[in-house]
């Protein structure tokens, strides 16, 4: 089947790294997708992994996946109250003849001082 | 360059009224996707097309008709709308299969 899971909350200081993880079902799917909702926005594509990589870095992003438990995480380095968002886990999935996202429930990421 | 505008982006409705979600994008991309945003889950695709004058069902297509005449538009029609649509609607677009998708700011629907 086809199934993306997310922790639901997570709380970190100002400063701290924030670690997201994700579990998805589909080992067929060739790319794996984070993206980050701002209240009141629409997703903003914040990075993206190959199925062939293992990790992906970009500034302050870090994405590292692990096929063969096919899981996947976001580290957010130095994390300022300006990431405090909604942060979606997709893996890209072509079940019933189609490309299609499929998305986790997302993670709500609050940093406080 | 404005990507993916949507319009409205507030709504609310009647049960049993009728209303079309417009979502137009500058980027030229073939591809373009209608997903419904529930609270604690995540977007759920409705419709999507796959270039000019196509359109496909996605997860949760009923109650939902939607138009591609042109392009750059993508249209989505409630013919008959019930509380059960009530919603955050999103729509995006891509260049091609697996392009990470661009997304619009959404819709908010409510159906009284």
């Known amino acids: 089947g086809e199934d993306v899971e997310q922790s639901l909350f997570l709380s970190v200081r100002e400063g701290d790294s924030s670690v997201i993880n994700c579990t998805y079902t589909d080992s067929s799917s060739t790319y794996l997708y984070w993206y980050k909702q701002e209240p009141g926005a629409g997703l903003q594509l914040l990075t993206y992994?190959?199925?062939?990589?293992d990790m992906k870095q970009d500034q302050r992003l870090t994405v590292l996946l692990n096929k063969k438990d096919k899981h996947l995480s976001l580290r957010i380095a130095d994390t300022q109250t300006g990431d405090s968002a909604i942060y979606f886990c997709?893996?890209?999935?072509?079940?019933?003849?189609?490309?299609?996202?499929?998305f986790g429930a997302g993670t709500r990421l609050a940093v406080h001082p | 360059n404005a990507g993916v505008t949507q319009t409205p982006k507030f709504r609310v409705l009647k049960t049993g009224q009728s209303m079309t979600l417009l979502c137009a994008q500058d980027?030229?991309?073939?591809?373009m996707y209608w997903y419904r945003q529930d609270p604690g889950m995540g977007l759920r695709l409705i419709h999507y097309s796959v270039g000019e004058g196509t359109t496909a069902k996605g997860e949760v297509p009923d109650g939902y008709n939607v138009s591609r005449l042109k392009k750059q538009n993508f249209l989505l029609g409630l013919e008959s709308a019930a509380p059960s649509q009530t919603s955050v609607y999103f729509c995006?677009?891509?260049?091609?299969?697996?392009?990470?998708?661009?997304f619009g700011d959404g819709t908010r629907l409510s159906i009284l």
């Open positions: 995006a677009s891509t260049r091609g299969p697996n392009q990470p998708q661009h």
């Open positions: 997709a893996e890209s999935n072509k079940a019933g003849g189609y490309n299609k996202l499929i």
């Open positions: 992994i190959f199925s062939n990589m």
């Open positions: 980027m030229n991309h073939e591809y």
